[in-house]
């Protein structure tokens, strides 16, 4: 089994930052990617970054210039830093990894449960 513990959320007021974290722990062979994505009310989920196994990041145009995704040096914890918050990032963020479980499955897709991130003044 696959566990990701995220963490970080909360309130801010526009133009403030915050810190997700999220940890994968369980039954790991290989890492495929680590991410975040994002859902509000009427939309669909969206990429807010990932980065993959050898360290390439890839981020959502609208964060582009305002967070930064980077992992430990275990490569099982990734943080996003999120600076210049605006109110239309308000969404549930959801940590995302894909990856193997043992060396002959093929890469399968694993959620958070969510962290609440509202942007308001």
């Known amino acids: 089994q696959v566990q990701l513990v995220e963490s970080g959320g909360g309130l801010v007021q526009p133009g403030g930052s915050l810190r997700l974290s999220c940890s994968v722990s369980?039954?790991?062979?290989?890492?495929?990617?680590m991410g975040w994505y994002r859902q509000s009310p009427g939309k669909e989920r969206e990429l807010v970054a990932d980065?993959?196994?050898?360290?390439?990041?890839k981020y959502g145009d609208s964060v582009k210039g305002r967070f930064a995704i980077y992992r430990d040096n275990a490569k099982t914890t990734v943080y996003l830093q999120m600076n210049s918050l605006k109110p239309e990032d308000t969404a549930l963020y959801y940590c995302?990894?894909?990856?193997?479980?043992?060396?002959?499955?093929?890469?399968?897709?694993?959620w958070g449960q969510g962290t609440q991130v509202t942007v308001s003044s």
């Open positions: 995302n990894y894909v990856g193997k479980q043992t060396i002959v499955d093929k890469p399968s897709d694993y």
């Open positions: 369980g039954m790991i062979f290989s890492i495929n990617s």
């Open positions: 980065i993959s196994g050898v360290g390439i990041t």
